[in-house]
């Protein structure tokens, strides 16, 4: 069974131009998660999709974030304009059961560095 | 409202002796609790969760957790390094009735040989 696949795995950028990261969750997923760690800190919640509905994102940063995820199968992840702080490792993580925590799949991150 | 710490953000032990990578939480209503690792290039994996019930739970690799109310801590043990166990650790907490998962700042955890 794959497991929860993110692309890409390192993006560089220029602050200003615009980065759509992507998320395939394990099939069958309902419930996808985008997080985020700034270097040095703590991973922190960006939000969470139940199917195509987002059902909590309270974490999200500011409006230059844009996610979505059509059909309630893959998710995209969009910044756009970059800043020098958006500079991080973005992960997304699945789940099939609500709440469990231990039935969460995390990929492997995608490392974004804006210059 | 929930958050973790982790003391030390870099441990170094020898192979063969007991690793120990400190977690405290504080939580408004009864956690739980989780420790995972990432390897290099590789996603977080699961080690080990408190939920309910017996407060010394035993995780993969060899890892164990205590869950201590009184202490608000959830240390993560092992008696014996390995080599393999070099890695990056983060504990977390999540709520009851919460989907979110609130992590502490991570231990990387360097064996020496």
Request: charged share 20%; net charge neutral.
């Amino acid at each position: 069974e794959a497991g929860v696949t993110q692309f890409p795995s390192h993006s560089v950028i220029e602050k200003g131009q615009t980065v759509t990261l992507r998320c395939d969750p394990i099939s069958g997923h309902d419930n996808l998660y985008w997080y985020r760690r700034v270097m040095g800190k703590e991973i922190k919640f960006l939000l969470h999709f139940v199917k195509e509905s987002k059902q909590d994102e309270s974490g999200m940063p500011n409006n230059r974030f844009l996610a979505e995820r059509t059909g309630g199968t893959y998710s995209t992840l969009k910044v756009q304009p970059a800043e020098l702080e958006d500079s991080g490792v973005y992960f997304c993580a699945s789940s099939q059961d609500y709440g469990s925590g231990e039935k969460l799949f995390f990929g492997s991150g995608t490392q974004l560095s804006v210059l | 409202a929930q958050s973790v710490t982790q003391l030390g953000s870099h441990v170094s032990v020898s192979e063969g002796a007991l690793v120990l990578l400190r977690c405290n939480y504080s939580s408004s209503v009864p956690p739980y609790l989780f420790w995972y690792v990432q390897y290099p290039n590789q996603g977080l994996q699961l080690l080990l969760k408190y939920t309910t019930g017996a407060t010394l739970v035993k995780g993969i690799n060899g890892f164990e957790a205590e869950f201590k109310k009184s202490e608000t801590s959830f240390h993560l043990t092992k008696p014996s390094a390995h080599m393999s166990d070099a890695a990056e650790y983060f504990c977390a907490v999540m709520g009851f009735g919460n989907e979110k998962l609130t992590f502490g700042t991570g231990t990387r955890l360097t064996i020496i040989p």
